[in-house]
């Protein structure tokens, strides 16, 4: 049983530039957060997809937008990279939108 | 303002000994903990979890207890193994929303 997917492992970037992240759930999750991880920080949360509709948001500027597909699968998109969106991004899934979130191995983004 | 904190980024514990891991909180509406664990390269994993109306939790080596007046949980590791070594991350969330983590606290079991 595979368990949480992200795509790419690493990315790097140029300020202005816009990335996007990909995140498979776990089979049988619907739901799909992501989250932001700085260096010598705890894991941000950005926002939540469930049923394909953006259910919950952190604190997060609109720079940062996803999708969810129908197969639950997720995008993450940051347009007009900043030096400080340099960081670990976590997706994390779950059956339900409140229940235990699993996460995946995380993308390594760094802006230049 | 961090909501969940954890003060001690770093703890050293012998093999065989307990290890005692402190999260404390400042919103009282969170009514859920859990705490995870995170090897490098890799995403967290859940260990275990408790709800604001129990005070204690246990599976297989690993406890939680949560102090509601204080606003406290503690996550005791017993006893502790050299693969327990990695970063231990407590969160906290109000009805399954917005899951607010702490900044971690990193965990060497020493043989």
């Known amino acids: 049983d595979a368990g949480v997917t992200q795509s790419p492992t690493h990315l790097i970037k140029t300020r202005g530039q816009q990335v996007t992240l990909r995140c498979s759930p776990k089979?049988?999750?619907?739901?799909v957060s992501w989250y932001q991880q700085a260096l010598g920080q705890g894991p941000q949360f950005i926002f939540q997809?469930?049923?394909?509709?953006?259910?919950q948001r952190g604190n997060f500027p609109d720079r940062f937008s996803g999708h969810q597909f129908p197969n639950y699968s997720s995008e993450l998109n940051v347009n007009a990279l900043l030096l400080g969106d340099s960081a670990l991004y976590l997706c994390?899934?779950?059956?339900?939108?409140?229940?235990?979130?699993?996460f995946g191995p995380g993308t390594r983004l760094t802006v230049l | 303002d961090q909501q969940v904190k954890q003060n001690s980024p770093s703890l050293s514990v012998q093999e065989g000994r307990i290890s005692i891991l402190n999260c404390d909180y400042t919103n009282s509406m969170f009514d859920y903990f859990l705490w995870y664990k995170k090897y490098p390269a890799e995403g967290p994993t859940f260990l275990i979890s408790?709800?604001?109306?129990?005070d204690k939790n246990e599976d297989g080596r690993f406890t939680v207890f949560l102090n509601k007046s204080a606003k406290h949980l503690s996550l005791h590791i017993v006893p502790s193994q050299p693969g327990d070594s990695a970063v231990y991350f407590c969160?906290?969330?109000?009805?399954?929303?917005?899951?607010?983590f702490g900044p971690g606290t990193r965990l060497s079991v020493l043989p």
């Open positions: 997809y469930y049923e394909e509709e953006e259910r």
């Open positions: 969160a906290a969330t109000i009805y399954g929303q917005n899951f607010v």
């Open positions: 994390a899934s779950s059956p339900r939108p409140s229940d235990t979130q699993y």
């Open positions: 408790i709800s604001s109306i129990k």
């Open positions: 089979s049988g999750h619907d739901t």
